[in-house]
């Protein structure tokens, strides 16, 4: 069925679904109500169309500035660097930390072929230089795995004549993890216990 396969082969470009999950969701929108699976396809693209990304940090955002960014209480002097948008809901639900994020989107991986460029470095030094508030640290909160720690290290190199404060979480970060995954308490105390790097 050349419809049915369209929509599972689409499914499956979805992160973490496999072909048993994929056959699935297409079985629920076959047997849903037009209406769900109208609303489903709507919500989708009014999500593509509203949602950008933020001038400054590049969170996921509906406007020009995010929530974080637009924020006069958060301190522009200390930047939390995260690989995924996603990683900015994790740490703001700890509530420990009060500055504004700067998103990579991705970390470097030599493996992979992805350098420096293809992740969002270029714009933070580019935010840093820029700043009309001095920064005085960043703390770099990439995923604990290999690209991740790769990532970590070369930020640091980067940023160390620039930012008198670098610090990396660390503190009970499982290695190998994936940062949003981590519970609220486990991000809490690595957050606590930054190490300068
Ligand atoms: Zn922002």
Redesign the pocket.
Known sequence: MQSLDRLIRALRRMPGVGPRQAERFAAYFLRAPQGEVEEFVASVIGMKQDVKL??????Y?EKE??????DPDRDPGSICVVEDPQDIEAIEKTGAFKG??HVLHGAISPMEGRGAEHVKIKELLHRLQNSKVPVQEVIIATDPDTEGETTAMYLADLLRDMVPHVSRIGYGVPLGGDLDYLDEMTLLYSLKGRTKI
């Open positions: 933020c001038s400054v940090c590049y969170a955002s500035l995010c929530d974080v960014c637009a504004l994020y």
